[in-house]
C-alpha cells in the first residue's frame, strides 16, 4: 500500500516561491517497487477541472511539465525520506489553488506517457492536498 501526505501549502505574494513536499510512505509491499510508480503534482482552482502541473515517472526519472508551469516549477526528491519536493517559483494568480500528490503504478516513462497522451492519467492513490495562495 501507498500513501501521501502533502504539506508546505500557504499564502505568498505575486512573484513569490513556495516549496511543496510529498511524503510517500510504503507498507505491505516491497519497499523498492516504489521505483515503479510515477508521483504527480495536480492542482484545482475554485469551479476549474482538476490539472496537472507536474510529474515524475520513477521508472526512468523522467519528469513532465506542461507549458504553464515550465521554468517555473521543478520537482525534485529525497529518496532518503521517500519525500518529492515541488519548488514552485514565480508564482502568480492563476497558479492558486489547492495542489495535491498523486501517485499511479507505472513500468514505463515519460516519453511512453507522452506517447500514449497519457501524462497524467490514471493515478488512483491521492493525498489530501494542499492550499496555495497567491495575492497581487
Known amino acids: 500500500q501507498v500513501s501521501l501526505v502533502e504539506s508546505g501549502g500557504g499564502a505568498v505574494q505575486s512573484g513569490g516561491s513556495l516549496r511543496l513536499s510529498c511524503e510517500v510512505s510504503?507498507?505491505?509491499?516491497?519497499?523498492?517497487?516504489?521505483?515503479?510508480?510515477?508521483i504527480a503534482w495536480f492542482r484545482q482552482a475554485p469551479d476549474m477541472e482538476r490539472e496537472g502541473v507536474a510529474c515524475?515517472?520513477?521508472?526512468?526519472?523522467?519528469?513532465y511539465y506542461p507549458e504553464s508551469v515550465k521554468g517555473r516549477f521543478i520537482l525534485s526528491r529525497d529518496d532518503t525520506k521517500n519525500i518529492v519536493f515541488l519548488q514552485m517559483d514565480d508564482l502568480k494568480a492563476d497558479d492558486a489553488g489547492a495542489y495535491y500528490c498523486?501517485?499511479?503504478?507505472?513500468?514505463?516513462?515519460?516519453?511512453?506517457?507522452?506517447?500514449?497522451?497519457?501524462?497524467?492519467?490514471?493515478?488512483?492513490?491521492w493525498g489530501r492536498g494542499v492550499q496555495v495562495t497567491v495575492s497581487s
Open positions: 498523486a501517485a499511479r503504478w507505472a513500468a514505463w516513462g515519460v516519453e511512453t506517457a507522452m506517447r500514449l497522451n497519457a501524462v497524467f492519467d490514471g493515478f488512483d492513490i
Open positions: 510504503i507498507s505491505g509491499i516491497d519497499p523498492t517497487a516504489i521505483d515503479r510508480y510515477a
Open positions: 515524475l515517472y520513477r521508472y526512468d526519472n523522467s519528469t
